[in-house]
């Protein structure tokens, strides 16, 4: 995986406006900024991005909240990269709104060249898009930060563990872990086959007892044949008898239902009589009322002729009454139109007036300026000329200024180096002193080493009896588990002849309740006592497994017990191995050198002392300062003339605004002079105007018209209400006169209606008499019911004393037809399961022997000793080009115990010119060399088990111990591999390192809009 481009909206300390960052710009650069401005978080915008993962929001539950800017509540990042010839683009957004409600999205798309476009591949979750880009990738979040980052803190994190913990992580980035499965598979197959072969040999076993009793049932077979003809027979009979029964008694209940449905009807026609009598009641009424209404037609006529009339002279009324309102308004628009036009006349007249008032106050004001005149101009010119003076006297006051202040500078450059140099010597003599400490503790230092030495070889002895311990006891887990296991099956056979034994008991027939067979006689004691046997055998077996489980747990207890000893003791010892020995062995290394370097520092010491006291230093700042000084005392400045010519400015300044004021006045007296007779004639016109109305003269006439309209129309407003009481009076007389027209229309229907009502009841009272009489015959015929339905009872108990006697000679010849059919099956079956036991012995043995192929002494000790030299190889590659062929290492996987013999471990030792040590002996920059020779190796090997190549290569990793020589090996080396990978970014503080690579990116954080980045070639 190459990367392409990088964008970030409010990631972390990203925020909305940041620019793409391009890969494509370059193949080593440095990434550099001061802490917490968002140099790690470009990388993992990166990871989050393909993964939905970064290390800074590493073990939350939800990684998006913490990676989300303070503040906001969207982010995204788009990246895009290129693989295999083929460039993607992964696109993850994360929103966070109300109520804690969170949702990211996740785009993952390809680039089509012949379209030039990119082509989707996002499918239908948001998990199964993220399991693509693994696929794509062909490696997940934590194999790409093992391999291609490597981070702050842990480039020593292979070389700092023990050799033990060194094997387990070499195991885990071999992926050994799916081969521990792979055991835990075969032998998980291995308990199923095993209880497969128990289960077909308890099946033979049962098959063998089922096949002895097959004469048994085929005698009572036929047996149970001859009784079930006699009862078909019997049952036949009885169920003509019931059929006759049946038949009689249908004939019954079908006239009980007519009985029913006559009394109903019975019913139904009292309450339609009822009805009818109702409505014919209700009839007489309403023809009653229709013909009261009839009989007053003269009166409602009258009134209505009346209201006819007054209806037409209201309408009269009524339109006099809108013209004469429509006349008003236009009156009422003409006199505001009037008052409007002399309102404005009034307004135009006040601002004349307020304007001539104004103009006669400016003048007023401005006379005593203009009376100032004279002295405010020579003022003024006095203050120009004071001016220029002053301008001239600033120029050799400035040169002055910065002639002392370049001299203060050297006095201060000559004192600084002067201290420089005194705490040099301070420091000097503060390290001899240290030095000369170191020197004289080399005895002391040489015994705590040899006595760290011994707790070393103390402490292998214990790891290999640490070691067996731990291997005895996976061995007895491993039996006690075994040995649990058997009483489950001990315990299911106990149960299984417990229960037989129970239904032998209960049982009252003279046949097997397990087989059917016959227990006649001695039999079935001999079966009890069998049954019996087998239980108390079981127990036996029980007792005995407990008994061995129990001393097993025993030996168990007893492993831990000195496993907790042995382990205790060995943690107090690799304090002195992990910390002490290398921490004696460099305070040895440290004396020896002291010693050596004292007498250098000594004569340091000397010189330096020399030079302070002849004040042999900063010889150009000494002469740069005479110089300075003769140019000072040449210079022409008097500082007492240039203050009392500022004193006498700042008294005539205040004729710089009277100056100003006094051209602003004249200019105002003229344009005030100019203004006045004009304003005054306006003024007098308006005035005029007002005192002979002459506004707004065509509205006056206009409302002089309407005034006699108004006069002309001859509106009676009192004539108009008497009329509108009366109309009020006679408002019904027209639904008086409908309502008469319409009784006049319906009083014959009404009639009508009355006469049909009248043979309907008739009718009805026919009816009822004749099913009154249907009833009294329906009830003598239905006297018999109960005696048939007696007999039909009797009849009917008598068959199912038949039928149950016929179900249970067909259920015995069931059960016997299918046991002897079974028998039959058996024989068949015997075969088959003898083939299938023989493929299960075949199955135990395969999958034994992968279980010990796939275990840690077989396929994954191999996959271990073949990765060392590849490992070895890479490692020893980089080391050539970090420290010049003069350090390699090798990776022991066997070491040779004093008590002889040998054990597994995983140790590192290093060669140089001085001869091959462990990796613990070395100084903290050799150290770092070795860590990142081997972390750049492990990188590789994860990549390359991943299934796919390493192109990019992230060093996020302090380089504080190493020394000048070391640092440029180190930029070497990087440039170097830098031909192995695509893109190679170096993360660090140095200013060294910063200026070793050809770009640089630049990271800042700014208060307002968060962090940025500038990529400086």
Request: charged share 35%; proline share 0%; no cysteine.
């Given at each position: 995986m190459i990367p392409v481009s990088l964008y970030v909206q409010n990631f972390l300390s990203y925020g909305e406006s940041v620019p793409p960052l391009d890969f494509s710009e370059f193949e080593v650069a440095c990434l550099s900024g001061n802490n917490g401005h968002g140099k790690s978080a470009i990388l993992d915008a990166m990871t989050w991005a393909l993964w939905g993962e970064a290390r800074k929001a590493s073990g939350e539950k939800s990684p998006s909240d913490g990676l989300l800017r303070i503040g906001t509540t969207e982010m995204q990042v788009e990246f895009v990269f290129d693989l295999e010839g083929d460039r993607?683009?992964?696109?993850?957004?994360?929103?966070?709104?109300?109520?804690?409600?969170?949702?990211?999205?996740?785009?993952?798309?390809?680039?089509?060249?012949?379209?030039?476009?990119?082509?989707?591949?996002?499918?239908?979750?948001?998990?199964?898009?993220?399991?693509k880009i693994n696929a794509t990738l062909r490696m997940n979040y934590d194999t790409f930060i093992n391999s291609a980052f490597i981070l702050q803190g842990r480039v020593d994190e292979f070389t700092k563990k023990t050799p033990r913990k060194r094997k387990e992580i070499l195991a885990e980035i071999l992926d050994l872990l799916r081969y521990d499965q792979l055991v835990e598979l075969a032998q998980k197959h291995l308990r199923e086959v095993e209880k497969q072969r128990a289960v077909l040999e308890a099946q033979l076993q049962n098959i063998e007892t089922e096949l002895s009793h097959k004469?048994?049932?085929?005698?009572?077979?036929?047996?149970?044949?001859?009784?079930?003809?006699?009862?078909?027979?019997?049952?036949?009979?009885?169920?003509?008898?019931?059929?006759?029964?049946?038949?009689?008694?249908?004939?019954?209940?079908?006239?009980?239902?007519?009985?029913?449905?006559?009394?109903?009807?019975?019913?139904?026609?009292?309450?339609?009589?009822?009805?009818?009598?109702?409505?014919?009641?209700?009839?007489?009424?309403?023809?009653?009322?229709?013909?009261?209404?009839?009989?007053?037609?003269?009166?409602?006529?009258?009134?209505?002729?009346?209201?006819?009339?007054?209806?037409?002279?209201?309408s009269?009324?009524?339109?006099?009454?809108?013209?004469?309102?429509?006349?008003?308004?236009?009156?009422?628009?003409?006199?505001?139109?009037?008052?409007?036009?002399?309102?404005?006349?009034?307004?135009?007249?006040?601002?004349?007036?307020?304007?001539?008032?104004?103009?006669?106050?400016?003048?007023?004001?401005?006379?005593?300026?203009?009376?100032?005149?004279?002295?405010?101009?020579?003022?003024?010119?006095?203050?120009?000329?004071?001016?220029?003076?002053?301008?001239?006297?600033?120029?050799?006051?400035?040169?002055?200024?910065?002639?002392?202040?370049?001299?203060?500078?050297?006095?201060?450059?000559?004192?600084?180096?002067?201290?420089?140099?005194?705490?040099?010597?301070?420091?000097?003599?503060?390290?001899?002193?240290?030095?000369?400490?170191?020197?004289?503790?080399?005895?002391q230092r040489l015994y705590d080493f040899e006595r760290c030495q011994k707790d070393v070889s103390r402490l292998e002895k214990l790891e290999n009896e640490w070691e067996q311990n731990q291997e005895a006891g996976a061995e007895c887990r491993v039996l006690v588990d075994q040995l649990k296991e058997q009483r489950t099956p001990l315990q299911e056979r106990l149960e299984e002849a417990e229960e037989k034994l129970e239904l032998l008991r209960r049982s009252e027939t003279p046949q097997c309740p397990l087989c059917s067979s016959s227990l006649e006689g001695q039999k079935k004691d001999d079966l009890e006592k069998h049954f019996a046997r087998d239980i108390q055998q079981i127990h036996n077996e029980e007792k005995k497994l407990e008994k061995i489980t129990e001393e097993e747990e025993q030996h168990l207890t007893s492993l831990r017990t000195q496993y907790k000893k042995l382990e205790k003791q060995i943690a107090s010892l690799k304090v002195s191995r992990e910390r002490l020995l290398p921490k004696a062995e460099s305070a040895?290394?440290?004396?020896?050198?002291?010693?050596?370097?004292?007498?250098?520092?000594?004569?340091?010491?000397?010189?330096?002392?020399?030079?302070?006291?002849?004040?042999?230093?900063?010889?150009?700042?000494?002469?740069?300062?005479?110089?300075?000084?003769?140019?000072?005392?040449?210079?022409?400045?008097?500082?007492?003339?240039?203050?009392?010519?500022?004193?006498?400015?700042?008294?005539?300044?205040?004729?710089?605004?009277?100056?100003?004021?006094?051209?602003?006045?004249?200019?105002?007296?003229?344009?005030?002079?100019?203004?006045?007779?004009?304003?005054?004639?306006?003024?007098?016109?308006?005035?005029?105007?007002?005192?002979?109305?002459?506004?707004?003269?065509?509205?006056?006439?206009?409302?002089?018209?309407?005034?006699?309209?108004?006069?002309?129309?001859?509106?009676?407003?009192?004539?108009?209400?008497?009329?509108?009481?009366?109309?009020?009076?006679?408002?019904h007389a027209p639904e008086q006169k409908v309502e008469l027209e319409q009784n006049k229309k319906l009083l014959p229907e009404l009639q009508h209606t009355l006469d049909e009502l009248l043979v309907e009841e008739e009718q009805k009272k026919d009816i009822l008499t004749q099913t009154e009489q249907e009833l009294q015959n329906l009830s003598q015929e239905l006297t018999a019911f109960p005696i048939i339905e007696r007999e039909l009872q009797e009849c009917q108990q008598s068959l199912q004393i038949f039928v149950k006697k016929r179900d249970q000679v067909l259920q015995n010849l069931g059960t016997y037809q299918a046991k002897y059919e079974h028998c039959l099956q058996l024989e068949q079956d015997v075969q088959e399961k003898l083939q299938q036991k023989q493929q299960i012995e075949k199955d135990c043995t395969m999958y034994s022997h992968l279980a010990r192929?796939?275990?840690?002494?077989?396929?994954?000790?191999?996959?271990?000793?073949?990765?060392?030299?590849?490992?070895?190889?890479?490692?020893?590659?980089?080391?050539?080009?970090?420290?010049?062929?003069?350090?390699?290492?090798?990776?022991?996987?066997?070491?040779?115990?004093?008590?002889?013999?040998?054990?597994?471990?995983?140790?590192?030792?290093?060669?140089?010119?001085?001869?091959?040590?462990?990796?613990?002996?070395?100084?903290?920059?050799?150290?770092?060399?070795?860590?990142?020779?081997?972390?750049?190796?492990?990188?590789?090997?994860?990549?390359?088990?991943?299934g796919t190549k390493l192109k990019t290569l992230v060093i996020d990793e302090g380089f504080g111990t190493q020394d000048a020589y070391g640092l440029e090996q180190l930029v070497d080396a990087i440039k170097a591999i830098s031909l192995d990978f695509e893109k190679i970014l170096v993360i660090t503080h140095l200013e060294a390192l910063k200026e070793a690579f050809p770009v640089r990116i630049e990271v800042v954080k700014l208060p307002d809009v968060g962090s940025t980045y500038q990529i400086v070639h």
């Open positions: 993607y683009r992964a696109l993850r957004k994360f929103r966070r709104k109300k109520r804690s409600s969170k949702t990211t999205t996740l785009d993952f798309q390809v680039f089509d060249e012949a379209s030039h476009s990119y082509k989707s591949l996002t499918e239908k979750t948001s998990r199964a898009t993220q399991e004469q048994q049932y085929e005698e009572e077979l036929t047996r149970l044949k001859t009784s079930l003809e006699d009862v078909e027979q019997k049952q036949e009979q009885q169920t003509t008898t019931r059929q006759s029964l049946d038949k009689q008694l249908a004939e019954l209940r079908a006239k009980q239902i007519q009985l029913t449905e006559k009394t109903i009807q019975k019913k139904q026609l009292t309450n339609e009589l009822g009805t009818l009598n109702t409505r014919r009641t209700r009839q007489q009424r309403q023809i009653a009322a229709a013909q009261n209404v009839v009989d007053g037609e003269k009166t409602i006529l009258e009134q209505y002729v009346l209201y006819l009339g007054l209806q037409k002279k209201n009269s009324y009524e339109e006099k009454l809108q013209h004469r309102a429509a006349l008003q308004e236009q009156k009422r628009g003409l006199e505001r139109t009037i008052q409007q036009a002399q309102h404005s006349l009034e307004k135009e007249h006040e601002r004349f007036q307020a304007e001539y008032t104004q103009i006669r106050k400016n003048l007023e004001e401005i006379q005593d300026l203009l009376d100032r005149g004279r002295e405010i101009e020579e003022g003024f010119l006095e203050l120009q000329t004071s001016r220029k003076q002053d301008e001239l006297w600033e120029e050799s006051r400035s040169e002055a200024r910065n002639l002392e202040l370049q001299v203060g500078r050297l006095e201060k450059t000559i004192e600084q180096r002067k201290n420089e140099l005194s705490v040099e010597l301070h420091l000097l003599d503060r390290h001899i002193q240290d030095v000369q400490k170191l020197a004289n503790q080399e005895e040895l290394e440290e004396s020896r050198k002291a010693a050596k370097t004292l007498k250098a520092l000594q004569q340091q010491h000397k010189v330096l002392h020399s030079k302070i006291e002849q004040k042999d230093y900063a010889q150009e700042a000494h002469a740069q300062l005479k110089g300075l000084q003769e140019i000072l005392r040449a210079l022409d400045y008097n500082e007492k003339d240039h203050q009392s010519l500022k004193k006498r400015l700042k008294t005539l300044r205040k004729f710089e605004g009277d100056f100003s004021k006094l051209e602003e006045a004249r200019s105002r007296q003229r344009k005030s002079l100019a203004q006045l007779p004009k304003v005054e004639n306006e003024k007098t016109r308006i005035h005029k105007l007002l005192d002979g109305r002459k506004y707004a003269q065509e509205e006056q006439a206009q409302l002089q018209q309407l005034i006699s309209q108004i006069e002309e129309l001859g509106y009676d407003e009192q004539a108009h209400v008497v009329v509108r009481e009366e109309l009020q009076h006679l408002q192929i796939f275990g840690k002494d077989g396929m994954q000790a191999y996959l271990i000793q073949n990765a060392i030299p590849e490992i070895e190889d890479e490692a020893n590659e980089m080391l050539a080009r970090l420290t010049g062929n003069r350090t390699h290492i090798t990776i022991e996987s066997l070491k040779d115990l004093q008590s002889g013999g040998t054990r597994e471990t995983l140790d590192i030792k290093i060669s140089d010119e001085l001869g091959t040590r462990s990796y613990e002996m070395y100084s903290g920059g050799e150290a770092f060399r070795v860590d990142f020779a081997i972390r750049i190796a492990l990188s590789k090997l994860l990549a390359k088990r991943a």
